[in-house]
């Protein structure tokens, strides 16, 4: 059974950093293009970034460009987000998200519908 497990959430103030990390299991991870989303209280689950296969290829959201980076260990099974500059609006629960599909790296990594398998989230509180 595939499994996605996140940590490195946590409760900081504006203008720190966290590295979230997802470790995968029961999946060929090297074969997936993974993602991070978010969602905040009351609010729809929104992408944050995007990783390919190989780690050759990135998306992200308008609203962390430039603030967060996305990367991936496929010798490790990993996928790590690293937040810096965060701000009150980055607080929500944070989920890692496998996608299981052949189909090229692009634009549709921003959607939910494309991800075959999510992880259960972890919380990411920013206080100002």
């Known amino acids: 059974q595939v499994q996605l497990v996140e940590s490195g959430g946590g409760l900081v103030q504006a203008g720190a950093s966290l590295r979230l990390s997802c470790a995968g299991s029961?999946?060929?991870?090297?074969?997936?293009?993974m993602g991070w989303f978010r969602q905040a209280p009351g609010k729809e689950r929104e992408f944050v970034a995007a990783?390919?296969?190989?780690?050759?290829?990135?998306l992200y959201a308008d609203a962390v460009k430039g603030r967060f980076i996305i990367s991936r260990d496929n010798t490790k099974d990993t996928l790590d987000l690293q937040m810096n500059n965060l701000k009150p609006e980055d607080t929500a629960v944070y989920y890692c998200?496998?996608?299981?599909?052949?189909?090229?790296?692009?634009?549709?990594?921003?959607?939910?519908?494309?991800?075959?398998?999510w992880g259960q989230g972890t919380q990411v509180t920013v206080s100002s």
């Open positions: 998200a496998a996608d299981r599909s052949l189909i090229p790296f692009g634009v549709r990594l921003k959607s939910r519908s494309t991800y075959s398998y």
């Open positions: 990783i390919s296969r190989n780690g050759g290829n990135t």
């Open positions: 029961s999946l060929s991870f090297s074969l997936y293009n």
